[in-house]
C-alpha cells in the first residue's frame, strides 16, 4: 500500500484539519427499482473532516444522520427509516473512519470501516482530488469527489420483496456502478 504521505500531495492539501462544509457538500444515491429504474435521493445532514497529519498522513471521519434521507416521496422516507431498513431510532448515524489513502492510477482510494444499522464492514471509496483554492471571504477550500457501492445485506438491510418472477422490487446493491457519491468541499480549519 502507497503511503498516506505520497497518496496526496500535502503540498496541495496542508497539514491541519479540514472540515466538510454540508452547505456547499452532498451525499447521494441511487438504486434499482422495479429492476426497470432507479430511485434517487439523499442525505441531508452529515458532518466530518479531513485531518492531514504533520508528516502528510491523511486520515477522514464522517456521519450521516440517516433520519435526513430524502427521496422526495415521504411514505417512501418514512419506510427507509423504519426498522425494516435503516432503524433510525434505534441507529441513527452512519459513520466511516478512514484506515488508509493509497494512489490508484490518476485517483485515490480511501479504505476504511464504515458502520450502518450497528454492521461495520469495511469499504473502499473511489476519490478524486479537485485540488485547493483560497477564497478571500473563506480561506483554502479543497474539493473531492468519491464513490462507492455498498451491498444492503452487508449491513442487515435484507428486506426482499419478491415478484411472481422470482426477482426483487429491490435491488441487493445500492444502485449498479459507484452509486453512493460524495461531493465535498472542505475548508480549512484555523
Sequence with gaps: MTTASKAIDATQLGVGTWAIDPVHSSISFSVRHLLVAKVRGMFETF???IVVAADGTPSVTAEIAVDSIN???DRRDAHLT????FDAEKYPTATF?????RADGDKYAIDGDFTLKGVTKPVTLDLEFNGVIRVMDYGEVAGFEASVVLNRKDFGIDLALPFD??????????GDKA?????IEALKQA
Design 97 to 101: 473512519t478512514s484506515t488508509g489513502v
Design 71 to 73: 427521496t422526495r416521496n
Design 165 to 174: 418472477t422470482g426477482s426483487k422490487i429491490v435491488s441487493d446493491k445500492v
Design 179 to 183: 452509486t453512493i457519491t460524495l461531493e
Design 47 to 49: 458532518s466530518g473532516a
Design 82 to 85: 423504519s426498522a425494516d431498513y
